[in-house]
Structure formats: C-alpha cells, structure tokens
C-alpha cells in the first residue's frame, strides 16, 4: 500500500530530496504516516513524481540518519517514529490561538503575503539559534546500487 | 574496473572523441566518462553533436578522431552490442510490421529479451497489438520503440531527444516509466534534450557540449555546489571588481542590478545575494556562454585529463 505520494514543485528552489524530506515530516506530524508504515519505493516515487530514484534514497537515507525511518533488507524503508504531539493537532489551544491571530490579521487588511512575511519572521527570531540544516551535502555522491549485471 | 582511482564502473568513456566532415566539425575534442548506474541529460545547442556522440556510441557512425568505449569495450563488439540499446530520434520501426510482429523481433534478435517488461509499456498506453506501426501516432511509435528499447533488458540506454513528439501527459508517464525500470535495474541513461526544465530531479548527472567540446560534465550534486548565483547593485559599468577573483561563467546586467554566476575560489563576501543557481540557470549560462572555463568534475575526468579543462593530456 503506497501512503504518501510526494509533491515535488520544480520550481520552489528547494532540492526535490529536501521537499521528500519536508513532505515525509508533515506527513509524520499529521499522522498521514504512523510508525510501521512503509515509505513508497524509490521506484514508485520515480514512477509517480519523475523523479530521479538516487534523490529519493538521499532523501530515505537523511530521514533514516534522523531515526524517524528505517530500512529493512529486501521489503523497503519503514517508519519508526512519529512526530506527531497533542499541540501539533489542529485540535490543539495552540492552533485555536493562532486561528484567531489570523482572524485578527485579516481583520486589519493584511494579505496573505503579508501574513506569510510576519510568520516567517517571527518564526526566525524565536528559532534562529537552533536551527539544524539539512541542506546541500557535498562531496558523497549518490549512486544506486545495480542490480545483477 | 582495474584503476582505483575510479570510483565505480564505467558505463562510457569518451577519449578525444571527434567527428569531422567535410563541411566541418559534427563533435569536437569531446572527452569524459559517464559511470555506471548514473541518469545522465546531454545537453547543447544545435548542431553541437549531441545526435553524433550518440550514434557513434550506438555504433551507427565510426568517429574520425579519439575512441570511445562502453563498459570499456568498443563499440562493434558482442558484449557492447549486447548491452546497450539505442532510440534515435526518428524511432525507426518497420511500418507494415505490427506491433506484436515488432516485439517478437525484438525477442528473435536479443538473447536476453523481456518480453513482460516489453509488454506491460505497450499496454500501459492502450496501444493495441494487432495495429499496424504505420497507423500508430507519433506518441504511439515513441511508446512502441521505447518497449523495444526496454525490452532489450540494456545495461546503458542511449536515447536521443526521446520525449519530442510526445504531450505532456504521455511525456510525464514515459519519464515514469524510464525512471522507475532504470531504479529497478540499475540501467545507466544517457539521454539528449532541448527541453531544460526536463532535466531537473530527473538527472543526476549532466554533460554540456557545445562548438569547442565538452563544457561542464559531471554528478549534478557536484556541479551544483561549486556555482553560486550572485544578484546585486551595479557599480558603474559592469560587475563589482570584488568579484574579480573568482571564477566567472556568465554575467549579465539590467538597469541597476547585475546577476553573475561563479565558481567561488573562496568566501564570497559583499553587499550581495547570493543564491544556489537551479539545474536550468546553470545550463542556461553555461548555454550563453561559449567562453566560460569549461568544468569537468573528477567523476567525470577520463584517464590523462586535466582538472577543469575539456583536453586530453595524453
């Protein structure tokens, strides 16, 4: 059973193994996937979203290095951890607040745009510090391991 | 492969590789070398020989200058015949075969022939079996010559403008398709195209040839770490001199703002942007640029060749 299809924007700027990554923690915190589910192959995914199979295993491999998936000889990679919290739900005060907040800022003529640059912003300041980036490894370069020649 | 200094195996080495006829040069001094299991894009403009380098390494054409070798065998021989399958352009076909007749001649001619696999892309296009290759649409023809190509069960699949005369939806399932069967059987793709925004996250390795031989080759991981793309104000005429000492591959200005893509040599430091370029930037100014230093990574460097230069030392 394939349960995430990846979305992969080409033209957001992000390599498409960081939106992999990016969509398999959404899919986490929302309880799309839940521990023992199984992520679709790197064939699957090449076959539904064109991509290229050895970003897929880049993506499973930083996924795995982060202990939310693992890889099980010969049946694929599988979830282990979820990283779903009661306060991330959208049943949550947390989110209420923040619903609110936005109600607020509609209400003062703000755009969506403008909203987004608020967020992000704020965002920046409370989380600067600890940030962990998982951005462009260098050097080790990715190769599938042929099968049978 | 014997020489350690190779990471992995080659699927195909060019050595000086050129062809030339009378009117002039078809492919030039092109040298690289393409490692197995690699989902390689060749790119560049027309008439840089993209078709020629293609055909010679499917054995249609002989080259006048250099070698190439597959799996480190020629060309000519059982072994690399065996292991490649070539789609041109055209996708020849036998036009008053049908498409069963096409399979089965597949079947006949190669040893290790999957017919499944053959099978399944035809099906998964609704092309009937019992049609005649003459009635078939262009797209039809492309799904029925990629089967054949696939069929073939190749170690390296060397194919040429292979999604032109196909629409989006069918482009996009094709491209599936080629992905998905490369990731299950490790098949190395060498794979021409004009369409640029075609290549991202489909490539992981990129090969530009234009007029004076190969001009960027290599993992596209690599290729993209060593650009940056730098936006910033123009002082008077042309880049900021603080830029000088890196690598220049292509700049251009508009009003007050100049874009230019480097090879840093170091920080890049300065009241500017800086921004990691996307596939289609890179080959863009690469493109643009016919005198940018070519770049050809260590991966992608044939025995005797120098760092960072498109000539063989030997």
Redesign the interface.
């Known amino acids: 059973m394939v349960t995430v299809e990846y979305r992969?924007d080409?033209r957001s700027?992000v390599p498409?193994f960081q939106q992999i990554v990016q969509q398999t923690k959404q899919a986490l915190r929302l309880g799309v996937l839940v521990p023992g589910d199984r992520l679709p192959t790197?064939?699957?995914v090449?076959?539904?979203?064109?991509?290229?199979?050895?970003?897929t295993l880049k993506a499973y491999r930083e996924l795995e290095r982060e202990g939310l998936v693992e890889p099980r000889p010969g049946q694929g990679t599988f979830v282990r951890r979820t990283l779903g919290r009661p306060e991330t739900g959208t049943d949550s005060p947390l989110y209420g607040e923040l619903v609110a907040w936005m109600a607020k800022a509609a209400g003062a003529g703000l755009e969506q745009d403008d909203v987004t640059a608020l967020v992000a912003s704020a965002m920046d300041k409370q989380y600067a510090a600890g940030t962990t980036a998982a951005t462009?490894?260098?050097g080790a370069?990715?190769?599938?391991?042929?099968?049978g020649? | 492969m014997s020489d350690v200094m190779y990471a992995g195996e080659s699927a195909l080495e060019a050595y000086g590789l050129g062809m030339r006829y009378r009117r002039g040069w078809a492919l030039r001094d092109c040298s690289f070398r393409l490692p197995a299991g690699r989902i390689c894009g060749l790119v560049g403009p027309n008439g840089a020989g993209k078709t020629t380098l293609l055909s010679i390494a499917a054995h249609v054409l002989e080259p006048t200058h250099g070698s190439l070798s597959l799996f480190g065998e020629a060309p000519g021989s059982v072994e690399s015949g065996r292991r490649t399958a070539f789609l041109a352009q055209e996708k020849p076909l036998f036009r008053r075969f049908t498409v069963a007749e096409t399979l089965r001649l597949g079947r006949e001619l190669n040893p290790g022939w999957d017919q499944r696999a053959a099978e399944d892309i035809v099906r998964a296009g609704n092309v009937p079996f019992d049609a005649k290759i003459s009635t078939l649409s262009g797209g039809q023809r492309t799904r029925v010559a990629v089967a054949l190509a696939f069929g073939k069960r190749p170690d390296l699949l060397l194919l040429d403008e292979p999604m032109s005369d196909l629409d989006p939806v069918v482009r996009h399932e094709m491209m599936g398709t080629l992905l998905a069967e490369a990731s299950e059987r490790g098949t190395t793709v060498l794979m021409s195209t004009h369409v640029l925004a075609e290549l991202e996250n489909v490539c992981d390795y990129l090969v530009v040839v234009s007029g004076g031989g190969v001009r960027l080759a290599g993992d596209v991981d690599d290729l993209m770490s060593v650009h940056t793309l730098v936006t910033g104000a123009r002082e008077g005429e042309g880049l900021p001199a603080a830029l000088g000492h890196h690598t220049l591959v292509e700049s251009r200005t508009s009003g007050r703002q100049f874009t230019a893509l480097i090879r840093p040599e170091g920080p890049v430091t300065g009241p500017w942007e800086t921004d990691t370029p996307n596939m289609e930037e890179l080959l863009l100014a690469y493109l643009r640029s016919p005198d940018a230093p070519p770049l050809i990574t260590p991966t992608a460097q044939v025995q005797g060749q120098a760092f960072g230069t498109g000539t063989v030392a030997a």
């Open positions: 992969i080409r700027g498409a790197a064939k699957e090449a076959e539904v979203s064109t991509v290229n199979p050895n970003t462009g490894s260098t370069t990715t190769t599938r391991s042929s099968t020649e």
